[in-house]
């Protein structure tokens, strides 16, 4: 019985093919297919997960460590800041940020990064006793400066009056805006206590008062995102001495 020439036809492609492409599990045109791709990752995955797990149970993790320069940066300055107490001698590339600074060279994570633009108020320390955005100040213009971050107020383990408010008043939901809220609340006391007036303040020649009023139009530098502002007046009017 004749073949039929289409089933011929059908057989010799089907050959072809096979001898063109090998097995699944192998490399096709250079490429890798599904099946070996993922059987490689597993693999990889396994292997270097190993000894990572190994040195988490057996190690303790590595202390902080100050970065205190950069010498191999041209034109490097020598800056010398007090911070929380500590005087740290430094040599920084001049378009270092106070924020970068405190962040990258010496780990002090407390004061965050929030717009990098000055409008957040996330970042805000007190220098000098007033606070300050630190992304819009370079670290060499504070030279010489008394800088307070929020890893600062605590005295000897005990919480700032502002910090025990925020933590009876829920003055916080997710917690990222709260270290700039805090200073910002304690350079912003000190700003009432010195009879500094506000846009909100009735009468220019009276000594102003950490009323509600007050304290929202002097802390509206700072955002919260999640909202909180009841809370944070709160807690702000509560540390002022005021229980309403």
């Known amino acids: 019985m004749a073949k039929d020439p289409t089933e011929s036809k059908i057989a010799k492609g089907t050959e072809e093919r096979e001898k063109l492409v090998p097995d699944a599990g ?22 270097a997960s190993t000894p990572v797990f190994a040195s988490v149970s ?11 320069s950069v010498d191999g940066v041209e034109g490097a300055v020598p800056v010398t800041l007090r911070i929380n107490g500590k005087e740290h001698n430094l040599k920084l ?3 270092t940020t106070l924020l970068d600074c405190l962040r990258e060279n010496l780990n002090l994570p407390g004061t965050k990064k929030g717009c990098d633009h000055g409008q957040c108020g996330a970042c805000t320390v007190l220098v000098n006793g007033m606070r300050l955005n630190a992304c819009l100040s370079l670290a060499a213009m504070r030279d010489g400066d008394s800088i307070v971050t929020i890893e600062g107020l605590a005295d000897n383990g005990k919480l700032h009056a502002l910090q025990q408010a925020f933590v009876k008043h829920d003055g916080f939901q997710c917690g990222y805006c709260t270290p700039g809220q805090i200073c910002s609340a304690v350079g912003m006391l000190a700003e009432i206590e010195r009879g500094i007036p506000s846009a909100a303040s009735a009468d220019l020649a009276a ?22 502002y009841p809370n944070i007046v709160a807690a702000i009017r509560q540390a002022a001495g005021d229980p309403a």
């Open 58 to 68: 057996s190690h303790a993790p590595p202390a902080i460590e100050e970065i205190p």
């Open 93 to 95: 590339d001049p378009r």
């Open 207 to 228: 000594a102003p008062q950490a009323n509600g009023a007050e304290i929202r139009e002097r802390m509206s530098g700072n955002i919260c995102r999640c909202a909180a």
């Open 26 to 47: 192998q490399p096709i045109l250079g490429r890798v297919s599904r099946r070996s791709f993922l059987s490689h990752i597993g693999a990889a995955s396994i292997a």
